[in-house]
C-alpha cells in the first residue's frame, strides 16, 4: 500500500478542509483526484505527504510516518505555490535533487522527460511559468522514486508542453510508477487515470473508473432561447441535470445533447440562439453531489 | 539502500547555497567587497598610527572590519536569505523533499562560513598588501579563528530577522539593527571618539563583545576572553530564542 488516509480530517480554524477522507492507493495505479478549486485536493495530498498534519484520523504513507525519510526517499512531487531559488540552472537544481534520493535518474533523463532539454542549461528565474512548472516535474522524477505526486501538473503550460507531460506521466505509470495526481479538469483525468476519486467540500463524492465518473458527470451545457415557453413537461424522460428556465432562456446538462434535442425538436419546442458548450465541472459537481 | 547518505546531501545542498549566494550581487558584493571599501575609507589614512598600548591602529581597525565583515556575512546572508526563499514558498518544496530539515540548516551554516573565511582572507590581505599592516601569521590566524567560531549569535541574529520578517522588510530590518550596532561596538569608529552615551552602551551590545576577540587577539582587548564569550553566549541563546519562536510560528501556519 502506497498511500492511506483513514477516516483523515483537517481543519483551519474554522474551515474544515478535509471531513473524513478514507483512501488506499496500491502500488503501480495512477490516481487521479478530481474536483473544483478549493474542493480539498490540496490538502489532501499535503495530507498524504506529511505537509500538513491530520486534525482527525490518520495518513500512512509506504506503511510510515508521512515524514518519515525513509517514506519521503520514495516519493517525489510537484506542489503547487512551491518555488525555488532563481539563480541555478536547470541542471544543477535537478542534479541537486538526485543528490536526495538513494539511486536518481541521470539528470540529462530527467530534464528530458520534462521536455525541457533545450533549456538545461538556463538559469531558473529565465524560465517561462510553463518551462518553470515543466522544471518542477523533473525535480519530481529525477530521483526515480515509487511514487509520483503531482499537484495540479499541467496548470500554466501550453498545449504542446502538456501533451508531452502527460505522456511523460503515462510513460512513468506504465513503468510500474504509482502515480497520484489532482486535477480540475475530467478531460484529463479520463484521459490518464486507471482510477478516478472525485473530491468535493472536503469529502469523497465518487471513486470509480474514469468511464463510470463520465457517465455520471453530465459533460455538456445547452443554452437556448425560446419563442413559447415550453413546460416542465417538454423535458419529461430526457437525460438531462440542473434544467434552469430564466429570463426566456434554458440552460441545463446532459451527457446526450442530441439526444436532448432530438427530444426537444420532436415535442414541438423551438429552439433559438443555441449553444452547446462543455459543463464547467463546478456545476457538474452540484449536480452530482445532488444526486448522491 | 532506502535512503540518500547524508553527507552527500549535505556536499550538494552547501555547493549549491554557495553558488547561489556568489550569484547573487546584493550579497556577494555586499560581504566581500563593502568592508574592504570601509577598510579603505576609514582604516587606511589611519594605518601608520600607532595606539598608546603598541597596538597598530591600522591592524586593530582590520580586526575591527574583520568583525563587520562576518557578523554580516552572517545577519545579512540569513535574515535576508531566509525571508526571500519564505517568500518564494522554497521551504514547501524542500518540505516535501527527502532532505532532512538540519541537513539543509547545517548547509546553510556551512556556506556563511565558508563567506566569512573568505571575506576575511580577502580584507587581510588588503590590509598586508595595500595598507603595510603587519602581525605574525599566528595573530593573523588567531582573528581568523575566533571571529568565525565567535559568530554564532550573528547566525542566530540572522534566522530571528529571516524568520519574523517577510522578504520586503527582511533588508530594512538587517540594516536597521546591524548597522548601528556596529557603530555604537566601535567598528568602524573607535569608542573613544564615540559620544559618551553610546561609550556607556557599547559594553552591552554583541558585536563589541564580539570585536573583542579579535582585538584581543592584538593585545588591545578591553576585557577578559571568557567574559566576551559569556556575553556572546548569552545574545546567542537570546536571539536563537527569538528564532526559534518565530520558526515555530511558522511552523504552525504552514506545516501543522
Known sequence: MVVELRGARKRFGEVEAVKGIDLAIDAGQL?????????????????????????????????????????????????????????????????????????????????????????????????????????????????????????????????????????????????????????????????????????????????????????????????????????????????????????????????????????????????????????????????????? | MTAAPLLSMLLAQTRCEILMRWRVPAFSLTNLVLPIVFFTFFGLPVAHIVRGDGVSVGAYLLASFGAYAVGSVMVYGFGIGVANERGMKVDRLMRASPLPALVLMLAKVLTALVFSLVALILLISYGILVGGIHQTPAVWAAIIVRLVVGSLPFIALGFAIGYWSGPNAAPALANLIYLPLSFASGLFVPLNQLPAFIQNLAPFLPSYHYAQLAWNALGAGREALWVSLLWLGGYTALFLTLAIRSYRREERAKFA
Open chain 1, 31 to 292: 490516481v487521479a483526484l478530481l474536483g473544483p478549486n478549493g474542493a480539498g485536493k490540496t490538502t489532501s495530498i499535503s495530507l498524504m505527504l506529511g505537509l500538513r498534519r491530520p486534525t482527525g484520523g490518520e495518513a500512512r504513507l509506504f506503511g510510515l510516518d508521512p515524514a518519515d525519510r525513509r517514506a519521503r526517499s520514495r516519493c517525489g512531487v510537484m506542489l503547487q505555490e512551491s518555488g525555488t531559488t532563481g539563480v541555478l540552472t536547470v541542471t544543477e537544481i535537478v542534479d541537486l535533487f538526485r543528490a536526495y534520493y538513494p539511486s536518481p535518474l541521470p539528470a540529462a533523463r530527467a530534464i528530458a522527460l520534462a521536455g525541457l532539454d533545450a533549456k538545461a542549461r538556463a538559469r531558473i528565474n529565465t524560465l517561462s511559468g510553463g518551462e518553470r512548472q515543466r522544471l518542477y516535474f523533473a525535480l519530481a522524477v529525477c530521483g526515480d522514486p515509487e511514487a509520483l505526486f503531482l499537484d495540479e501538473p499541467t496548470v500554466g503550460m501550453d498545449v504542446e508542453a502538456r501533451r508531452s507531460v502527460l505522456e511523460s506521466i503515462r510513460a512513468l505509470s506504465a513503468a510500474g510508477k504509482t502515480i497520484v495526481l489532482t486535477t480540475h479538469y475530467l478531460e484529463e483525468a479520463d484521459q490518464l487515470a486507471h482510477r478516478v476519486v472525485v473530491i468535493d467540500h472536503g469529502v469523497v463524492i465518487a471513486d470509480a473508473t474514469p468511464r463510470e465518473i463520465k457517465a455520471r458527470i453530465p459533460s455538456k451545457r445547452i443554452n437556448f432561447s425560446f419563442d413559447k415557453a415550453p413546460g416542465e413537461s417538454a423535458f419529461v424522460g430526457l437525460p438531462i441535470q440542473n434544467l434552469e428556465i430564466a429570463d426566456h432562456r434554458v440552460h441545463l446538462l446532459s451527457n446526450e445533447p442530441e439526444a436532448v434535442l432530438r427530444g426537444l425538436f420532436e415535442r414541438g419546442v423551438t429552439v433559438r440562439d443555441l449553444e452547446v458548450t462543455g459543463a464547467d465541472l463546478e456545476e457538474a459537481f452540484i449536480s452530482m453531489t445532488r444526486r448522491v
